[in-house]
């Protein structure tokens, strides 16, 4: 097998070695890349930004942990930015495993910002069915969520009295690592024309492209890059900014491998022509 | 006749959530809450239902030493401790329900999220080959929208630009035919299922 024969083949293990380097060398000498800020990004920021101090704002968590690195930072930034603003919070989290990392991103973000449950915000904790539960929100909050995730009965509690559904939120902001930004969609703006606005997995933003053309979303936030655009804009928190150094090695290694077996390929095809 | 009743629940239902959506009476916003919430009641049901059959099935393989045993014993353990962890300590952080959540339940689910990165790498590397025109439409698209995400100086503007482009025109294009489809399927089937023509809900043809 000659070098460019070995070029085309490299056994997976030295990928794996490759790749494995190429993401635990920034981990340890970490160094900052830039960003360039996307328009569907700057929208939501741009909209967060004009809301008035005990404006309310729906956070909808629905995520599990494994997409905790690339989506988590979206919902730090955003929770900061609202709470810096004073600006109250609705949040739900209907992946199963989501509430969890809601609590986790409360219990760390509301202590920073001396922020009380009731008061500042309302976390209303965990219901299966997204499309029903989206629903249910939309005629009351009561129907899915009669009491918030720590078993406190909604109408007791201040920030609550007079919030009845959608209509009293200006905005829906989903960060979404399933197909609940599908049902948000669909039930959430096609049912109840609500302002909504995605954070979802770089894998997965390609998919909501087209509902950003025809305006059912106002913005869009794709992977690790989205949540480093909007802290970035929102000033809140650098978590994504640093992790987008290692992002960057990773992908440059998957670049340089696929022009790797491609130049042992043709290389290779035109020595067995001749 | 036990054949008849289901069907006339789904028709009825079907035809009432219709009725609702286009005709507003307050009468009707009552029995859709009503019935929302019903829904979810139902939800849990079939929640309990998963959780019995998840600890039946792991229960026999313990009783009766299956190969990989051990697994299932992890997996009831597990189980009972959030089950009556959870009422026991609470949710709240802090908590051994969310120490177990946080510091073993996590790890585990963001490695084996984490060992995709590598599977990527390899198949990208693998799969990404210039052997034909389509191949290499794909490849020089799959590259700038790889692109997209790493800064490059002075090539990042145009090449994000490009990368927006192609989400925003032909891959919406080949997306939005693909919802259309998906949305004129889920339209047939409702209305198949509210018709009584599709029956396979029922466990039959």
């Excluded at chain 1, 990928?15 to 970490?30: D, M, R, T």
């Excluded at chain 1, 009293?168 to 599908?182: F, H, M, P, S, Y």
């Excluded at chain 1, 987008?244 to 077996?261: E, K, P, R, W």
């Excluded at chain 2, 507003?24 to 809450?33: I, N, Q, S």
Aim: charged content about 15%; aromatic content about 12%; glycine content about 8%.
């Amino acid at each position: 097998m000659d070098f460019y024969e070995r070029l085309m083949n490299l056994d997976r293990r030295w990928v794996y070695l490759i790749v494995g380097i190429a993401v635990i060398i920034p981990v340890l000498n970490p160094f900052r890349v830039p960003v360039y800020v996307t328009p569907e990004v700057k929208a939501i920021y741009d909209y967060v930004e004009s809301l008035e101090p005990g404006d309310i704002l729906f956070l909808a968590i629905d995520y599990d942990p494994q997409a905790m690195a690339e989506v988590h930072p979206m919902a730090r930034a955003i929770m900061r930015q609202c709470f810096a603003k004073d600006i109250k919070l609705i949040i739900s989290a209907l992946s199963q495993n989501g509430p969890g990392m809601a609590e986790q991103l409360i219990s760390e973000v509301a202590r920073e910002f001396d922020k009380k449950s009731g008061i500042d915000y309302c976390y209303l904790g965990y219901k299966p069915y997204f499309a029903i539960v989206i629903l249910g929100m939309g005629q009351n909050f009561r129907i899915p969520f009669p009491t918030d995730y720590y078993g406190v009965p909604l109408d007791s509690l201040p920030m609550m009295r007079g919030v009845r559904n959608y209509d009293d939120v200006k905005v829906v902001i989903d960060i979404a690592a399933t197909n609940a930004a599908d049902y948000w969609i669909i039930n959430g703006n096609g049912r109840y024309n609500i302002k909504l606005a995605l954070g979802v997995t770089g894998v997965m933003t390609a998919n909501y492209y087209p509902y950003l053309a025809s305006g059912q979303i106002f913005g869009l936030m794709g992977g690790l890059k989205g949540a480093s655009e909007y802290e970035a804009l929102s000033k809140q928190g650098d978590r994504a900014i640093k992790m987008m150094s290692i992002q960057t090695t990773a992908h440059i290694v998957i670049v340089l491998f696929i022009v790797a077996g491609n130049i042992g390929y043709f290389m290779s095809r035109k020595k067995k022509k001749q | 006749m036990r054949g008849q009743i289901p069907i006339i629940i789904v028709f009825i239902s079907g035809v009432f959530m219709v009725i609702q959506f286009f005709i507003p009476h307050d009468a009707g916003v009552f029995f859709y809450e009503y019935g929302l919430d019903w829904i979810i009641v139902i939800g849990v049901f079939a929640m309990l239902l998963g959780i019995w059959s998840l600890f039946r099935v792991q229960l026999d393989k313990v009783v009766k030493k299956s190969p990989g045993w051990g697994y299932s014993v992890v997996a009831l353990g597990g189980l009972f401790f959030m089950l009556i962890g959870g009422p026991l300590w609470g949710i709240e952080e802090g908590t051994p329900f969310m120490q177990v959540f946080w510091y073993i339940y996590t790890p585990i689910q963001a490695t084996m999220f984490s060992l995709l990165a590598f599977y990527i790498a390899s198949a990208a590397y693998r799969a990404f080959r210039a052997r034909t025109v389509l191949a290499t439409i794909l490849l020089l698209t799959a590259l700038v929208i790889m692109l997209r995400l790493i800064p490059l100086g002075p090539i990042s503007g145009p090449n994000q630009k490009l990368a927006t482009w192609i989400l925003m025109v032909p891959s919406m294009a080949a997306n939005r035919a693909i919802l259309i489809g998906i949305g004129l399927g889920i339209v047939a089937t409702c209305l198949k299922i509210v018709l009584g023509i599709e029956r396979a809900y029922m466990g039959h043809d």
